[in-house]
Protein backbone atom coordinates (compact mmCIF):
# COMPACT_ATOMS: atom_id res chain seq x y z
CA UNK A 1 0.00 0.00 0.00
CA UNK A 2 1.80 3.32 -0.86
CA UNK A 3 2.06 5.49 1.77
CA UNK A 4 0.06 8.57 0.49
CA UNK A 5 -2.79 7.98 -1.96
CA UNK A 6 -4.45 11.10 -3.96
CA UNK A 7 -7.31 11.04 -6.69
CA UNK A 8 -4.93 12.00 -9.78
CA UNK A 9 -8.02 13.57 -11.43
CA UNK A 10 -7.65 15.24 -13.69
CA UNK A 11 -9.99 17.69 -12.61
CA UNK A 12 -11.84 19.75 -15.17
CA UNK A 13 -13.25 22.88 -13.77
CA UNK A 14 -14.88 26.43 -14.90
CA UNK A 15 -13.78 29.87 -13.45
CA UNK A 16 -15.63 30.38 -10.52
CA UNK A 17 -16.49 26.90 -9.12
CA UNK A 18 -15.28 25.41 -6.25
CA UNK A 19 -12.75 22.33 -6.17
CA UNK A 20 -12.50 19.81 -3.33
CA UNK A 21 -9.06 17.36 -2.98
CA UNK A 22 -8.65 14.81 -0.81
CA UNK A 23 -5.57 12.73 0.21
CA UNK A 24 -5.17 9.69 2.73
CA UNK A 25 -2.24 8.32 4.43
CA UNK A 26 -1.40 5.15 5.51
CA UNK A 27 0.79 5.67 8.97
CA UNK A 28 -0.74 6.84 11.93
CA UNK A 29 1.94 8.45 13.28
CA UNK A 30 2.65 10.61 10.37
CA UNK A 31 2.98 14.46 11.92
CA UNK A 32 3.20 17.10 9.29
CA UNK A 33 0.70 17.41 6.28
CA UNK A 34 1.37 20.11 3.35
CA UNK A 35 -0.19 20.65 0.45
CA UNK A 36 2.23 21.35 -2.58
CA UNK A 37 1.42 22.85 -6.02
CA UNK A 38 3.34 21.59 -9.14
CA UNK A 39 3.56 23.44 -12.55
CA UNK A 40 4.57 21.43 -15.74
CA UNK A 41 7.77 20.97 -15.37
CA UNK A 42 8.88 22.61 -12.30
CA UNK A 43 9.73 22.34 -9.27
CA UNK A 44 6.86 22.18 -6.70
CA UNK A 45 5.73 24.90 -4.48
CA UNK A 46 4.60 24.87 -1.04
CA UNK A 47 0.62 26.02 -1.14
CA UNK A 48 0.09 25.37 2.81
CA UNK A 49 0.71 23.49 5.41
CA UNK A 50 -2.26 21.60 7.10
CA UNK A 51 -2.80 22.44 10.94
CA UNK A 52 -5.25 19.47 12.95
CA UNK A 53 -7.39 22.62 13.36
CA UNK A 54 -7.69 22.94 9.74
CA UNK A 55 -6.01 26.34 8.15
CA UNK A 56 -7.59 28.60 5.30
CA UNK A 57 -5.24 30.97 3.00
CA UNK A 58 -7.67 33.46 0.81
CA UNK A 59 -9.51 31.11 -1.16
CA UNK A 60 -8.07 28.03 -0.18
CA UNK A 61 -8.41 26.12 2.43
CA UNK A 62 -7.00 22.53 4.04
CA UNK A 63 -8.46 20.30 6.73
CA UNK A 64 -7.19 17.17 8.49
CA UNK A 65 -8.83 14.11 9.95
CA UNK A 66 -6.55 12.14 12.11
CA UNK A 67 -9.09 9.69 12.93
CA UNK A 68 -9.93 8.60 9.16
CA UNK A 69 -6.13 9.86 8.07
CA UNK A 70 -7.18 11.80 5.26
CA UNK A 71 -6.33 15.53 4.39
CA UNK A 72 -8.46 17.45 2.03
CA UNK A 73 -7.83 20.89 0.34
CA UNK A 74 -10.41 23.09 -0.99
CA UNK A 75 -10.55 25.91 -3.84
CA UNK A 76 -12.76 28.36 -3.61
CA UNK A 77 -13.54 30.83 -6.89
CA UNK A 78 -10.95 28.78 -9.22
CA UNK A 79 -9.03 30.78 -11.24
CA UNK A 80 -7.40 30.05 -15.21
CA UNK A 81 -3.90 30.55 -12.80
CA UNK A 82 -4.82 27.58 -10.08
CA UNK A 83 -4.38 25.13 -13.58
CA UNK A 84 -1.49 22.89 -12.11
CA UNK A 85 -0.64 19.49 -10.05
CA UNK A 86 -1.50 19.51 -6.58
CA UNK A 87 0.81 17.11 -4.33
CA UNK A 88 -0.42 15.91 -0.69
CA UNK A 89 2.49 15.25 1.66
CA UNK A 90 3.34 13.74 4.58
CA UNK A 91 5.95 13.85 6.37
CA UNK A 92 7.17 10.80 8.89
CA UNK A 93 9.47 11.93 11.47
CA UNK A 94 10.41 8.98 13.16
CA UNK A 95 12.01 8.78 9.57
CA UNK A 96 12.34 12.23 8.78
CA UNK A 97 10.87 11.69 5.00
CA UNK A 98 8.36 13.26 2.80
CA UNK A 99 6.50 11.35 1.12
CA UNK A 100 4.16 12.29 -1.81
CA UNK A 101 0.95 11.55 -3.34
CA UNK A 102 0.50 11.10 -7.28
CA UNK A 103 -0.65 14.56 -7.26
CA UNK A 104 -4.10 15.84 -8.68
CA UNK A 105 -4.38 17.61 -11.82
CA UNK A 106 -6.38 20.77 -11.68
CA UNK A 107 -7.42 22.81 -15.07
CA UNK A 108 -9.37 25.58 -14.79
CA UNK A 109 -11.30 26.34 -17.97
CA UNK A 110 -12.30 30.38 -19.15
CA UNK B 1 11.03 31.05 1.79
CA UNK B 2 14.61 29.39 1.66
CA UNK B 3 16.42 28.93 -1.23
CA UNK B 4 18.10 25.74 -2.76
CA UNK B 5 19.54 25.51 -5.81
CA UNK B 6 20.09 22.21 -8.42
CA UNK B 7 22.79 22.16 -11.18
CA UNK B 8 22.57 21.51 -13.75
CA UNK B 9 18.86 22.01 -15.19
CA UNK B 10 19.23 19.61 -17.74
CA UNK B 11 21.63 17.25 -18.84
CA UNK B 12 22.19 15.16 -22.06
CA UNK B 13 24.72 12.38 -21.22
CA UNK B 14 25.73 9.02 -23.14
CA UNK B 15 24.90 5.47 -21.53
CA UNK B 16 27.31 4.14 -19.62
CA UNK B 17 28.87 7.71 -18.41
CA UNK B 18 28.32 9.03 -14.78
CA UNK B 19 26.26 12.39 -14.53
CA UNK B 20 26.47 14.68 -11.13
CA UNK B 21 23.93 16.96 -10.08
CA UNK B 22 24.10 19.65 -7.05
CA UNK B 23 21.88 20.40 -4.45
CA UNK B 24 22.89 23.49 -2.26
CA UNK B 25 21.00 25.42 0.35
CA UNK B 26 21.92 28.82 -0.53
CA UNK B 27 20.65 30.88 2.79
CA UNK B 28 20.55 27.78 5.16
CA UNK B 29 21.88 24.74 6.83
CA UNK B 30 20.65 21.98 5.68
CA UNK B 31 21.37 18.63 7.97
CA UNK B 32 19.17 16.62 5.79
CA UNK B 33 18.26 16.80 2.85
CA UNK B 34 16.09 14.49 -0.04
CA UNK B 35 16.65 13.24 -3.04
CA UNK B 36 13.41 12.50 -5.46
CA UNK B 37 13.13 10.90 -9.02
CA UNK B 38 9.93 12.12 -11.20
CA UNK B 39 8.69 10.00 -14.56
CA UNK B 40 6.15 11.73 -16.69
CA UNK B 41 3.00 12.02 -15.16
CA UNK B 42 3.78 10.37 -12.44
CA UNK B 43 4.61 12.16 -8.83
CA UNK B 44 7.87 12.56 -6.96
CA UNK B 45 9.20 9.33 -5.66
CA UNK B 46 11.78 9.99 -2.91
CA UNK B 47 14.90 7.89 -3.54
CA UNK B 48 16.83 8.49 -0.67
CA UNK B 49 17.58 10.89 2.43
CA UNK B 50 21.03 12.78 2.57
CA UNK B 51 22.45 13.13 6.16
CA UNK B 52 25.56 15.96 6.58
CA UNK B 53 28.66 13.60 7.54
CA UNK B 54 27.44 10.50 7.04
CA UNK B 55 25.63 7.58 5.02
CA UNK B 56 22.20 8.14 2.92
CA UNK B 57 19.94 6.32 3.78
CA UNK B 58 17.99 5.07 0.77
CA UNK B 59 14.37 3.96 -0.02
CA UNK B 60 13.35 0.07 -1.02
CA UNK B 61 14.16 -0.38 -4.79
CA UNK B 62 16.95 2.44 -5.23
CA UNK B 63 20.51 0.98 -5.62
CA UNK B 64 22.93 2.97 -3.79
CA UNK B 65 25.90 1.97 -5.83
CA UNK B 66 24.31 3.47 -8.78
CA UNK B 67 23.03 7.20 -6.90
CA UNK B 68 25.61 7.52 -5.20
CA UNK B 69 24.88 10.62 -2.66
CA UNK B 70 27.56 12.91 -0.68
CA UNK B 71 26.48 15.35 1.86
CA UNK B 72 29.95 16.90 2.53
CA UNK B 73 28.60 20.03 4.05
CA UNK B 74 25.90 21.60 5.96
CA UNK B 75 24.90 22.97 2.49
CA UNK B 76 26.00 20.80 -0.28
CA UNK B 77 24.59 17.26 -1.23
CA UNK B 78 25.61 15.73 -4.58
CA UNK B 79 23.71 12.77 -6.23
CA UNK B 80 25.86 10.87 -9.18
CA UNK B 81 24.08 8.57 -11.48
CA UNK B 82 26.58 6.50 -12.36
CA UNK B 83 26.73 4.31 -15.59
CA UNK B 84 23.48 6.11 -16.73
CA UNK B 85 21.06 4.27 -18.63
CA UNK B 86 18.50 5.41 -20.99
CA UNK B 87 15.74 4.44 -18.50
CA UNK B 88 17.36 6.25 -15.74
CA UNK B 89 16.25 9.50 -18.04
CA UNK B 90 14.17 11.35 -15.28
CA UNK B 91 13.37 14.89 -13.31
CA UNK B 92 15.66 14.68 -10.62
CA UNK B 93 14.89 17.11 -7.57
CA UNK B 94 16.49 17.68 -4.47
CA UNK B 95 14.86 19.20 -1.49
CA UNK B 96 16.43 20.44 2.39
CA UNK B 97 14.35 21.12 5.42
CA UNK B 98 15.29 24.36 6.88
CA UNK B 99 14.02 23.91 10.71
CA UNK B 100 13.04 21.69 12.81
CA UNK B 101 10.69 19.16 12.36
CA UNK B 102 7.33 20.57 11.19
CA UNK B 103 8.67 23.07 8.61
CA UNK B 104 7.91 22.57 4.94
CA UNK B 105 10.68 21.43 2.51
CA UNK B 106 12.25 23.77 0.11
CA UNK B 107 13.30 22.26 -3.71
CA UNK B 108 15.40 23.01 -5.84
CA UNK B 109 14.39 23.69 -9.72
CA UNK B 110 15.39 20.14 -10.52
CA UNK B 111 17.75 18.20 -13.01
CA UNK B 112 16.30 16.68 -16.20
CA UNK B 113 18.26 14.09 -17.31
CA UNK B 114 18.31 12.56 -20.80
CA UNK B 115 20.69 9.35 -20.95
CA UNK B 116 21.06 8.68 -25.18
Known amino acids: RKEVEQDPGPFNVPEGATVAFNCTYSNSASQSFFWYRQDCRKEPKLLMS???SGNEDGRFTAQLNRASQYISLLIRDSKLSDSATYLCVVNEHSGNQFYFGTGTSLTVIP | GAVVSQHPSWVICKSGTSVKIECRSL??????MFWYRQFPKQSLMLMAT?????????EQGVEKDKFLINHASLTLSTLTVTSAHPEDSSFYIC????????????FGQGTRLTVV
Open chain 1, 50 to 52: VYS
Open chain 2, 27 to 32: DFQATT
Open chain 2, 95 to 106: SARAGEMNTEAF
Open chain 2, 50 to 58: SNEGSKATY
